[in-house]
């Protein structure tokens, strides 16, 4: 009869014994206090903006509304990401869900495209057909706007860097500066009356916004496919591999990122006598450890003729 507090075979699974890597399946001690604070900040003051821009009849302060709503977005699927990566890993996920971040970054990215469209459709109707703006009502929501910007931005950057805080930073950064073509925008209208520097500096924030999110929608991108890292050359892994004494050739080799920051590498390595395996696996541990910084590592030896062990 099974004992009564036998531990669930999950937890026997994914626990890590001697010589096995020490990755972390879940991500443990990252504070949610700092994205609640700017989750809270970011909505408030976005209804604010949206509510003024459309009394004022500002783009620049409706685009920075809007992006303030995208930045709320982008923290609350932040704090979402965080809970769901604490979980360990179970029976149905074996590595646990610490790419739930990069995923939540990878909708943020997306999010900011199409705001970005919106943003450059409006100010080319604008250009075409300038409106009235109040110029003295933008220029000092946007300077609140870009007050309460700088503090959520210090905020999360107090956080541990992760992809997906890093992510809602990058968008909080972007939405600073569109508070700033909104500050810009306001005191031009207000003093001389252009019109049309609202829809221009809308568009030139958009540009600036589009640069600053491909680099996080490249990165979550390329951490959701398994692409190699960035700090890891492949094809060197492979020629150093090859070095080690013993080993004949290599094939089936993948590398890749477990979670941010911990790569992994599986593969199959002919080596010239199998009863030399266990020596010849502690050398190339040892090599991957320290010349590329790989501690997670499955391996399967074959002989020349194709025997595994």
Avoid: C
């Avoid at 646990?96 to 109707?125: D, K, P, T």
């Amino acid at each position: 009869m099974p004992a009564q507090h036998a531990e669930p075979a999950s937890e026997h699974l994914h626990a890590h014994l001697d010589g096995d890597a020490r990755h972390a399946h879940v991500i443990e001690g990252r504070s949610q206090a700092a994205l609640s604070l700017a989750l809270g900040l970011t909505l408030l003051f976005a209804l604010i903006e949206a509510v003024t821009g459309f009394l004022s009849n500002s783009l620049a302060l409706i685009s920075d509304a809007g992006h303030m709503v995208t930045d709320a977005a982008a923290l609350g699927l932040a704090l979402l990401a965080q809970a769901i990566a604490r979980r360990p890993p179970s029976a149905r996920h074996s590595f646990g869900l610490v790419r739930a971040e990069a995923l939540a970054a990878f909708v943020n990215s997306l999010a900011m495209l199409l705001l970005v469209a919106w943003i450059a459709w409006e100010a080319v109707q604008r250009l075409l057909h300038p409106e009235p703006v109040q110029g003295g009502v933008v220029l000092v929501v946007a300077a609140i706007g870009a007050a309460i910007n700088l503090l959520v931005a210090w905020v999360l950057s107090r956080e541990e860097a992760s992809i997906n805080t890093r992510a809602a930073l990058v968008n909080v950064l972007g939405d600073l500066l569109g508070s700033v073509a909104a500050i810009a925008s306001g005191a031009i209208i207000y003093f001389t009356g252009w019109l049309r520097v609202d829809p221009i500096l809308s568009l030139f924030v958009a540009m600036l916004i589009l640069r600053s999110t491909s680099g996080i929608l490249r990165e979550s991108y390329h951490f959701l496919m398994e692409g190699v890292p960035a700090s890891i050359d492949y094809l060197e892994i492979g020629t150093h591999l090859k070095a080690v004494d013993g080993v004949l050739g290599v094939h089936d080799l993948h590398v890749w990122d477990m979670s941010p920051g911990h790569p992994a590498l599986i593969g199959h390595l002919e080596i010239a006598s199998l009863e030399r395996w266990p020596s010849v696996l502690e050398d190339v541990r040892a090599m991957l450890r320290e010349r590329h910084g790989i501690d997670h590592v499955t391996l399967q030896p074959e002989a020349a003729g194709g025997k595994s062990l």
